[in-house]
């Protein structure tokens, strides 16, 4: 970045589109340190992976109803990541290694708890940013717990200023609207592919190219990939193959809405392109969301950021500087439990 000017650097940005490794503990962690390592052989600065790709998506939720999940789900729990634990910190010591921001979705085991989760390693290793999706979609609820708005930020890194959102989330306006106001420049999209068909890849597509336009900022994208093989494991019937196909659209776009490189749609790969950040200030000149185009005296987002712990002590020390927290607090209860 130029001294008192805006962000003139281009980065050489990935995003991994490969199937996980259903079969054994610890596989996809070997295929993602191998697209790390593939990836820095090619220069590349910044790199994102699919939804929950470690150790992989749930795509039996997707097929199974929930009385036939219960084994699946525990295998699930057993292969889930701690953080930190023994991944993050292989994952900390690529990023480190290879001097590279890494984006990484994790099944998170949390206590008693999975969380749809988004990993953002800064070059130097250090975690520097952990969020869990605040809304898990339809199936998904009976795998996930839910987040809370603390994650809803970006964070600087070596390669600018980064925000993660996982697939619907992009169908929501203010969680999208949060990020673009907290500047992000490149934004970590990640969708789990290989479901639902050509209508997904078409969905997302239009989720993507419209927020970085809107944001105007780059939007790096991952959508997983199943195997035929896969596909044949999760259902063995064959009945929902087509479920469990099509859905892909690992992509790159620009601040202007446009695919950088051709987007990946099938298949397994690194699609790399490199970004120019002078582009972000050419949009934001002409069209600044939360900017010059943004009138918010009459428009604005409300956004509670503070993290939601199933406990909370008052102590006495701290009772007196808390009360207004508390009277917040009590209000929101009241809330809810009107609501139930």
Known sequence: MEENG????????AAVQIAPVLDHAGGTLERVLNAIAEGAGKGVQFMVFPETFLPYYPYFSFIDPPYRMGAKHLALYDQAVTVPGPVTQALSAAARRHAMVLVMGVNERDGGSLYNTQLIFDADGTLAHKRRKITPTYHERMVWGQG???GLRAVDTSVGRVGALACWEHYNPLARYALMADGEQIHASQFPGSLVGPIFH??????????????????VNATGWLTEEQRTAIDPTGAHHKALSGGCCTAIISPEGQHVVPPMTQGEGLLIADCDLALVMKRKRMMDSVGHYARPELLRLHLD???APALHLATTENQDDTDENSNDDRAVAVLRHSAV
Do not use: L, T, W
Not at 202 to 219: G, N
């Open 6 to 13: 805006y962000d003139k650097r281009v980065i050489r940005a």
């Open 148 to 150: 809370d708005g603390s």
């Open 202 to 219: 078409d969905q997302i597509e239009a989720a993507i190219r419209h927020h970085a336009a809107e944001s105007a900022c780059f939007v």
């Open 305 to 307: 950021n503070r993290p």
